[in-house]
C-alpha cells in the first residue's frame, strides 16, 4: 500500500531551515548525548520519512527537541505527523514530585523494559541522573498520602508474596548470576505490582508497605541488570527504588539503595561520584538506626577514597566502618542486609587494600573474606578474585594461579557479566607472567573454564 507523504514534518524542517543531512547529523548527535549512541541516519532516512515511513523510538522523540530548539517553540509529536510516540528516552532517570507520578514512572520502566525496549537496553550510566535523584531523596518531604484509589483491594498477603518472591529470586541471582533470572524478576514486576500499584486501593498504612516491597524488588532487578553491566538500565531502576523506598517512608531501605548505587560508580570507574552517594546512604543509615547498613556505608565511602588514592581518608572510613560493625544487633536487622557479615565486610576491605597495592592487607582479609555463607557463589568468585590480585602482589605466582583457576571455574557457572569482568582483569593482571608455565597452564584451562 502506497504510504501517504508526511506534510506536517515536510513543512517543519522548511520552516527551520534543515538540510536532510544536516537534521540526521543532529539527530545522531542529540541520541549520542541522551544515552542512546549508535544512531546512523543519513539524508535518505530522512526522505523516507517525509515519505510516510515511521521511524523506530527513540527517534519521534528526539526530533521534537531538535525542532523545539530551532525554532524557540514546544514541538510535539503529533506536531511532527508521528502521534502516540509517548515514552520519554529519560524513562526512569527521573525521581519525581509526587506519589502517583512515581508509580506512573515506575510501571512504564517495567512494561518497557518487558518489551525490551532499544532505547533502554542501549541506555547509558548517567552521573547527573544519580546525582539528582540523591538530592531529592536527601531533600523530599515524608510521602503524605502514598494511596491508591482503584478497585481492587490490596491485603497484607498480596505485600507477602512480592517479599517471598524478592526472597526467592535474591537466592538465585546469587547462586546462578542475574542472566538466569531477571526476565522473570521484570515480568512479575510488570504482571503482579503493576496491577497492585496502578489499580489497587489501600490507604495510607498498606501504601507505604506496598511502595517498600515493590522498591526491594524493583532494587534486585536493578542489581541483576548491574550484573549484567547493563549499566544505564540498572541506574533507571535504582533510581526508581529509592523513589518508592521514599513512598515507603523507609530510610534503611533508602540508605541501602544509595549505598548500591554507590557500588556501582565505583564499578563504573567513578570513584567521586560514588564518594558522595556513600556520604547520602551514611545520612540515611543514621536516621534508621541501623549500624550494620552504616557500615557498609562507611567501606563502601573507604573504597572510593581508595579509588581516589586518599590513603588516609580510606583509613578513617574504614576505621568507621569496623566501629558501626561492633555496635551491630543481629538479629534485629531487616532481610534485606542479611548478606553482610564479617566475611562480606572482609572482602570490601581487601578490595580498598588491592586497590592501593597493599598486597599483603589484600590477602589478609580476602583469605576471612571466604569463610563466607557458600549460597553466595558469585560473592565466593569475587572474593577468589581478590585473594589471587593479592597475592600475586605479593610476588606469590604459583598460588596467585591456583587461586585464579578456582576463581574461572566458577565464573564459568554463573550468567553473570561482572563476574566475567573479574576474570579478565586477572588474566590481565597475570599479562605480565604470560610466558611462565604456571600462567601459561592457566590460560589454557581458562579456555575450557570460560568458553565464548
Not at 589478609?364 to 577468589?384: H, I, K, P, T, W
Request: proline content about 4%; overall charge neutral; aromatic content about 6%.
Amino acid at each position: 500500500m502506497e504510504r501517504e507523504v508526511n506534510r506536517p514534518l515536510q513543512a517543519l524542517i522548511a520552516e527551520a531551515g534543515f538540510s536532510h543531512k544536516g537534521l540526521a547529523r543532529r539527530l545522531n548527535d542529540l541520541g549520542a548525548a541522551r544515552g542512546t549512541p549508535g544512531l546512523k541516519y543519513d539524508h535518505s532516512s530522512v526522505l523516507r520519512w517525509i515519505g510516510g515511513q515511521r521511524p523506530r523510538d527513540p527517534v519521534p522523540c528526539l526530533l521534537t527537541e531538535i525542532f523545539a530548539l530551532r525554532l524557540g517553540r514546544r514541538v510535539s509529536p503529533e506536531d511532527l505527523g508521528m502521534p502516540a510516540i509517548t515514552t520519554p528516552l529519560h524513562l526512569g532517570q527521573e525521581f519525581t514530585h509526587t506519589w502517583r507520578e512515581g508509580v506512573a514512572t515506575v510501571t512504564a520502566l517495567w512494561r518497557a523494559d518487558v518489551e525490551r525496549r532499544r532505547f533502554l537496553l542501549d541506555s547509558t550510566f548517567a552521573i547527573g541522573a544519580g546525582s539528582v535523584g540523591a538530592i531529592r531523596w536527601l531533600t523530599f518531604p515524608e510521602e503524605s498520602e502514598p494511596t491508591g484509589k482503584g478497585g481492587r483491594r490490596v491485603g497484607l498477603a498480596d505485600i507477602a508474596a512480592i517479599h517471598e518472591v524478592t526472597r526467592s529470586f535474591g537466592e538465585l541471582d546469587n547462586r546462578f548470576g542475574g542472566g538466569r533470572v531477571r526476565s522473570a524478576v521484570v515480568k512479575y514486576l510488570d504482571t503482579a505490582v503493576t496491577p497492585l500499584l496502578r489499580d489497587g486501593s489501600y490507604g495510607d498504612a498498606t501504601g507505604r508497605r506496598l511502595a517498600s516491597a515493590a522498591a526491594e524488588l524493583t532494587r534486585l532487578a536493578g542489581w541483576m541488570a548491574y550484573d549484567l553491566e547493563q549499566h544505564g538500565l540498572a541506574q533507571r531502576y535504582l533510581i526508581q527504588a529509592l523513589r518508592l523506598a521514599r513512598g515507603g517512608g523507609d530510610d534503611g531501605l533508602g540508605g541501602e539503595i544509595l549505598a548500591g548505587m554507590s557500588h556501582q560508580a565505583l564499578y563504573m570507574g567513578q570513584p567521586a561520584h560514588a564518594l558522595d552517594l556513600a556520604r547520602a546512604a551514611q545520612q540515611s543509615a543514621r536516621r534508621s538506626g541501623i549500624d550494620t547498613l552504616m557500615a557498609s556505608c562507611h567501606v563502601l565511602e573507604a573504597h572510593a577514597h581508595a579509588g581516589l588514592g586518599d590513603t588516609t581518608s580510606c583509613a578513617s572510613s574504614l576505621n568507621a566502618a569496623e566501629r558501626a560493625f561492633e555496635r551491630r544487633s543481629e538479629g534485629n536487622e531487616p532481610s534485606w542486609l542479611s548478606y553482610f557479615d564479617e566475611a562480606y565486610l572482609s572482602a570490601k576491605f581487601a578490595h580498598c587494600f588491592r586497590d592501593l597495592g597493599e598486597g599483603e592487607r589484600t590477602v589478609r582479609q580476602a583469605r576471612r573474606s571466604l569463610e563466607m555463607d557458600g549460597r553466595y557463589v558469585r560473592g565466593r568468585m569475587f572474593n577468589l578474585s581478590l585473594l589471587a590480585a593479592g597475592l600475586l602482589q605479593c610476588g606469590e605466582l604459583e598460588e596467585a594461579c591456583s587461586t585464579a583457576t578456582e576463581a574461572l571455574a566458577l565464573a564459568g557457572e554463573l550468567q553473570s557479566v561482572r563476574t566475567r569482568s573479574y576474570a579478565s582483569d586477572l588474566r590481565r593482571r597475570l599479562e605480565p607472567y604470560r610466558s611462565e608455565p604456571s600462567v601459561m597452564e592457566l590460560n589454557e584451562r581458562a579456555k575450557d573454564l570460560l568458553p565464548v
